[in-house]
């Protein structure tokens, strides 16, 4: 069955000092194509061109195979053939759902529908796409996640062929990316296709269909997102640079020891962290048995860690675990369906099991909980439910007072400040008890351990610790 | 004597407007021929260098300079003593290599189809596995429908000859080099890749450069480096297919050191009982 091309670039340059380098890409109805580039990938500038913001110096446009010149594509894209869903560009925080959708619809001067057409009209749109949003609401008081809907139904309406949006990993949660792929899926049954924006290659990763990869403003891989492992990845973002860091594979006997990384924090506390790296952790379900296995393989270099390690090797009946292991993976969806003091009240104990809690005992509990973290009340700054949940969910079981706690990418989705707070709370648990961070993401735990165990195919190949200088 | 007065002042201004006339005329003819003379210019340069080109390919195929038909009467009476003595696997060797340098030696208008371009790399694949082995694998996805479409002979040989020395020999447990081909509305993209060493990001710079010159950029290449031999088969390829298409059509490259290069060739549907 032969593909229909709807968009191609061919060598596109423009002006900027790093701008776009003869990219190329192409996109093909029906499909979700994924731009993944770090920040200065010159991404922003692919979306810049596509939605008529930047002028492209060389290279051509081709539109369903035919060629076309800068003066078409921007006809395209005023007649919103190509629309850029952006909640921040698009919509009109004063106006409700329903008038968003309708403003600046008709450039001929005519009959405008009344307000109660137009929310009847825009209630059948969103009850054709699925969307629980009530059209009278203003979008100010819409979450991002909602006004992102209400853009893509505003393409909808226009009948756009293409349709750009941003990944926000830091606000969009897991439900929300499974709920967007859904309705996508559909979509494309109708010859819709996406362009997603992204720098992170986690959950949207499987949502996509093709990935260009994009480094310094060129492309560096064009592929089905199936045909690219996500540790090969960061080579073709850093090519040569990366793979020269990375030594190929049954190359090195010896485990390097570096005692040079240099942190921010020069906090003492991170001594009790230990942090694990490995790119493929993301890919398997979170199980002990991982640490287990780590240490039973590389017991002779793990020899001066034994403390994080011991308290694996105890009784694992339940009763006499001597560690906590708090995983990732739907967290949110548990933690919310209790409330919060049902949540803090996790027994330790049979005997805490059959007593009773007073109610004043609950209080007592939550208003701890908020005078342990006290930055949550602060009501000019929203706190994503992804982190409140994380933060109960370690809180908890703080008070078990375990020698070990493990923690699964503990930075996951987080904003700058909430990470900032995530690492104040984990070097305070440090002060307790030891802590492991595990992730397979470098990042998210090169602040925060002071010691990082680089991991592939559950061998150690590198130890990493923090400047004591 | 008023109708001399006039006559001379009709006469007066009659012969400037005549010779107004004749000049705009001469202009106009002169600036037809000179169009007519670019357009036949540009037809002869792009017949010279396509024939330059088809000559480069020739001879990088044949660097002996051996008569074909002697090559041809060898090579079958090598493979009709390896029947004799029943040695099956010279046979076929032999057979396939006979197959191959008729391939590209043949003329047929120089444009082929998928399958015959498809049929000649299996050919060079199973000469290349009697001296490599089982290191190399070959993998071919062609959607149903295209093996049809034209597109100028000896193209895809040189890139996967180039996937395989340049990419695959140097890797210790070898590779696979993939040729997939699919069609959209109006063009076939063949997409050659291979998971060997990769190349080095100045060497792609320099690649893609070449592959984006323009015409006079190459001719004028052509003139002033005669020798050079290797490391032109992509550029080759990518030529003559801008000749034979227009300018937006060609090759580009994408590689990353350790990971693999792809290959992707963009042709217009030309079908079988079309021409180009």
Redesign the interface.
């Given at each position: 069955?032969?593909?229909?091309?709807i968009l191609r670039a061919?060598?596109i340059c423009t002006a900027e000092r790093y701008g776009l380098d003869?990219f190329?890409m192409d996109l093909?109805e029906a499909e979700t194509l994924l731009i993944l580039g770090n920040c200065s990938s010159g991404k922003d500038i692919v979306k810049d061109v596509l939605i008529g913001q930047n002028i492209v110096q060389a290279g051509?446009f081709?539109w369903?195979?035919e060629?076309i010149d800068h003066k078409t594509m921007l006809e395209k894209i005023q007649c919103h053939e190509i629309f850029y869903a952006s909640p921040d560009k698009v919509l009109i925080d004063s106006y409700t759902v329903a008038e968003n959708i309708y403003v600046i619809r008709n450039r001929k001067k005519g009959i405008m529908p009344t307000q109660k057409a137009m929310n009847i009209q825009t209630a059948n749109l969103l009850g054709e796409l699925g969307f629980t949003l009530n059209p009278e609401h203003r979008i100010r008081d819409l979450d991002f996640f909602q006004r992102l809907l209400v853009c893509l139904t505003k393409a909808v309406s226009y009948d756009s062929k293409v349709i750009l949006f941003d990944y926000m990993d830091n606000i969009l949660q897991v439900s929300h990316l499974k709920y967007l792929k859904k309705w996508m899926e559909k979509q494309k049954l109708e010859g819709r296709s996406f362009i997603i924006f992204g720098e992170k290659y986690d959950e949207i990763y499987k949502s996509c269909d093709r990935v260009v990869i994009m480094s310094d403003g060129r492309?560096?891989?064009?592929?089905p997102v199936s045909e690219i492992l996500k540790n090969?990845i960061p080579?073709?973002w850093l090519?040569?640079a990366y793979?020269k860091f990375n030594q190929?594979r049954g190359n090195a006997p010896q485990i390097p020891h570096r005692s040079n990384r240099r942190s921010e924090y020069q906090d003492m506390r991170r001594n009790n962290i230990l942090g694990i790296y490995d790119k493929d952790w993301g890919n398997k379900k979170p199980d002990i048995q991982y640490f287990v296995h780590l240490y039973e393989q590389n017991y002779k270099i793990l020899d001066e860690y034994n403390v994080f390690f011991d308290p694996l090797f105890h009784n694992t009946a339940y009763k006499n675990k001597q560690y906590i292991f708090i995983e990732n993976i739907e967290y949110d969806k548990i933690l919310s369906s209790f409330p919060l003091a049902y949540n803090l009240m996790i027994p330790r104990n049979k005997w805490e099991l059959l007593s009773r809690t007073s109610r004043i005992k609950e209080e007592v509990m939550v208003q701890e909980f908020y005078k342990q973290f006290e930055f949550l009340k602060n009501k000019g700054r929203h706190y994503s439910e992804y982190f409140f949940y994380r933060l109960v969910a370690i809180y908890r079981f703080e008070r078990f007072r375990k020698p070990l706690m493990i923690l699964d990418n503990a930075f996951l989705r987080l904003d700058i400040v909430e990470e900032n707070y995530m690492r104040d709370y984990i070097f305070y648990i440090a002060e307790k008890m030891n802590v492991i961070l595990i992730s397979h993401r470098l990042n998210e735990i090169d602040q925060t351990a002071g010691t990082i165990l680089y991991v592939e195919d559950g061998k150690i190949v590198q130890i990493d610790s923090v400047d004591s200088r | 004597m008023r109708i001399e007065v006039w006559s001379m002042i009709i006469l007066v201004l009659t012969y400037p407007l005549f010779f107004l006339i004749l000049w705009k005329k001469w202009i106009r003819y002169k600036t037809r021929m000179q169009i007519e003379f670019e357009r036949e210019k540009t037809r002869l340069e792009k017949e010279c260098m396509s024939k330059v080109l088809n000559k480069q390919m020739q001879y990088q195929a044949l660097q002996s300079q051996i008569n074909p038909h002697f090559l041809y009467n060898t090579l079958d009476s090598i493979r009709g003593e390896a029947l004799m003595v029943g040695n099956d696997s010279i046979a076929i060797m032999t057979e396939r290599l006979s197959k191959f340098f008729r391939y590209c030696i043949s003329n047929k208008g120089n444009i082929a189809t998928i399958r015959d371009e498809i049929n000649n790399v299996m050919d060079y694949f199973y000469i290349q596995e009697y001296r490599f082995g089982d290191k190399f694998h070959l993998e071919t996805e062609v959607d149903e429908g295209c093996d049809q479409y034209k597109l100028p002979q000896m193209t895809l040989q040189p890139i996967v000859e180039n996937a395989i020395f340049h990419g695959l020999e140097r890797k210790k447990d070898g590779g696979t080099v993939s040729i997939k081909v699919f069609e959209t509305q109006k063009n076939i993209k063949i997409q050659v890749s291979d998971n060997g060493v990769g190349m080095s990001e100045e060497d792609l710079y320099e690649i893609n450069k070449n592959l984006r010159r323009t015409e006079e950029e190459l001719s004028q290449k052509i003139q002033n480096d005669n020798s050079q031999k290797t490391g032109i088969a992509l550029q080759n390829v990518n030529e003559r297919i801008r000749i034979h298409y227009g300018n937006d059509y060609g090759i580009t490259v994408h590689s990353t050191k350790y990971l693999g290069t792809d290959v992707m060739i963009l042709i217009p549907k030309v079908n079988e009982n079309e021409q180009i």
């Open positions: 069955m032969s593909k229909f091309e061919n060598n003869h190329c093909y051509n081709f369903k195979e060629p492309d560096k891989k064009i592929a090969e080579y073709y090519g040569e793979s190929p | -």
